[in-house]
Nanobody, 126 residues
């Protein structure tokens, strides 16, 4: 089991930027695909972005494509989510997650992921 700890959330005005980080410990990080999901109040957890084991493949939800960038540094056991041009509808708790099964491609499917962080709150004011 891999342990995940997110950081970097906060309050930002619309149009601003934030960079989330997710530090992993436990099993070998570099063999997992990683993902970011988010959950707004009263809504289901939804896919945001995913990256495969070596960073060679990424995928994004249509709602964030062109604004968010997922990346990873396997030497630091950390995955990042750079969020630019933030909108009020981006307000949510953001969760980092790991998947061994989807290691080579990443995945949009929440059921592919087995380890989750505790989440970090992102609030975008209008």
């Amino acid at each position: 089991q891999v342990q995940l700890v997110e950081s970097g959330g906060g309050l930002v005005q619309a149009g601003g930027s934030l960079r989330l980080a997710c530090a992993a410990s436990g099993r070998t990080f570099s063999t997992d695909a990683m993902g970011w999901f988010r959950q707004a109040p009263g809504k289901e957890r939804e896919f945001v972005a995913t990256i495969n084991w070596n960073g060679g493949r990424t995928d994004y939800a249509d709602s964030v494509k062109g604004r968010f960038t997922i990346s990873r540094d396997n030497t630091k056991n950390t995955v990042y989510l750079q969020m630019n041009t933030l909108k009020p509808e981006d307000t949510a708790v953001y969760y980092c997650t790991a998947s061994r099964r989807a290691w080579d491609s990443g995945s949009r499917d929440i059921t592919e992921y087995g380890s989750w962080g505790q989440g970090t709150q992102v609030t975008v004011s209008s």
